[in-house]
């Protein structure tokens, strides 16, 4: 009979530091940033055990997941609210790092002969970074990958929501408890100025004992559909590079923008974002529209809109006004980043929007905004926008 994977999540919550006290402050602070800093850090872990074995013909299961759980649980406890560093012996002599505490886990979890047979163990930080260790690969190595989301335009058309998961695989060092420097690697792809830029892909390459691989993929919450490229780079035995750095630009060679054209752009994206907060006061219709082509479509957070769309929105909210409505909207835009290519340009901000009523606060949204814009004449207007809200939390 066929072996069958079978993967259980479970979460606990425990604090960390990471220190050698060999170490003078400063080699402490150089390798490991501000996960030097004490007392210590926490985190809510998400563990995904998965277990190898034969479907029961008697039960149709590998294992009972309620005695999963219940073992899950049980190890787990020692760990949840704790200071690894103080309450675990094990991390007496060793860093605290997931790679270490994953192995840890295994370690355990092992001694569990009534769960079947450990086939991986995947141990989340937060939602954008985990540590993995696998029976094939032995629990000297590990893969750790991390996260990167973004905003960008594809072959001139909408923006969307793009996710990167750059993976380094290889030993794991006995003296850090690290497979890869993940602070190097945040300030080596820099995200927040990519996604202004425009610069879709970060590959690090590692020494000769790692592989690195980077896949890039749209938001499960994209609406064009899920799509993703895979690059895995090879382990090199000769290369003795420790970080190096190769960006592709998708669409467009690096441009000098004017600095007029560029004024007005920004002006455009920022009256636009703000329109909802102004309209209050001014009640003109029309020094909204007068901002976004005749053909404008947007995105926003997966509902489609036009020009008709925001006129009956100003409308509506025109008429409430009227009715005696107190209802006020507060606007924020930040990070705003505008690329000029000739007659087109692309622009990503962050947003907060506000609701007051009667001057107390009542709702808040937040988000990211890629808007497209087309000069017609001296002006420049927006042709296409596509705004997502923030995400937040795991999921589960």
């Known amino acids: ?22 170490w003078d402050e400063a080699k402490n602070r150089a390798v490991f940033g501000l996960c030097y800093n004490p007392p210590a850090h926490g985190h809510n872990y998400m563990v995904e055990v998965t277990v190898l074995g034969e479907v029961d013909p008697k039960t149709g299961m590998v294992v009972n997941l309620f005695d999963l759980k219940r073992v899950l649980l049980d190890v787990l406890e020692e760990f949840d609210h704790k200071n690894l560093n103080l309450d675990m012996s094990y ?48 629990l000297d190595v590990a893969t750790v990958t991390r996260r990167y989301s973004f905003t960008s335009v594809q072959d001139g058309n909408q923006g969307r929501e793009w996710d990167c998961f750059v993976s380094v695989h290889g030993p794991i060092d006995p003296v850090t408890g690290m497979v890869t420097d993940i602070g190097a690697l945040n300030r080596l792809s820099n995200w927040s100025s990519i996604s202004g830029s425009n610069w879709p892909f970060l590959f690090q390459l590692a020494d000769s004992r790692t592989c690195v ?30 970080f190096g750095l190769l960006m592709l630009c998708l669409l467009w060679p690096a441009v000098a923008r004017s600095a007029e054209d560029g004024e007005a752009i920004e002006r455009t994206v920022k009256d636009a974002a703000m329109a909802a907060a102004t309209f209050s006061e001014a009640r003109d219709k029309q020094s909204v529209l007068k901002l976004y082509t005749k053909d404008y479509v947007g995105i926003q957070d997966g509902e489609t ?60 949204d937040s988000g990211q905004c890629t808007a497209l814009l087309r000069k017609e004449g001296p002006l420049w207007l927006i042709f296409h926008e596509h705004c997502s809200k923030t995400r937040s939390g795991f999921g589960k």
């Open 213 to 242: 691989s980077c896949s890039l993929g749209t938001c499960s919450s994209n609406l064009q559909g899920d799509g993703a490229a895979f690059v895995r780079l090879g382990c090199s035995m000769k290369t003795g590079l420790i």
């Open 305 to 364: 809109e036009g020009r008709d769309s925001i006129e009956k929105w100003l409308s509506d909210y025109e008429s409430e006004l009227d009715k005696g409505s107190t209802l006020r909207f507060i606007g924020a835009v930040s990070n705003l980043q505008v690329r000029l290519t000739g007659s087109t340009a692309w622009a990503t901000y962050d947003y907060v929007f506000q609701a007051i009523r009667k001057g107390d606060f009542e709702a808040q």
């Open 1 to 22: 009979m066929a072996s069958v994977l079978l993967t259980k999540r479970i979460e606990f919550a425990a604090a960390h530091r990471y220190i050698k006290p060999e």
């Open 91 to 138: 991390f007496t002599d060793r860093i605290p790092t997931s790679e270490n505490l994953a192995r840890l886990l295994w370690a355990k979890l092992e001694l569990q002969k009534d769960i079947g047979t450990l086939h991986t163990i995947r141990l989340y930080e937060d939602e954008d970074l985990y540590a993995e260790v696998t029976a094939v690969a032995g």
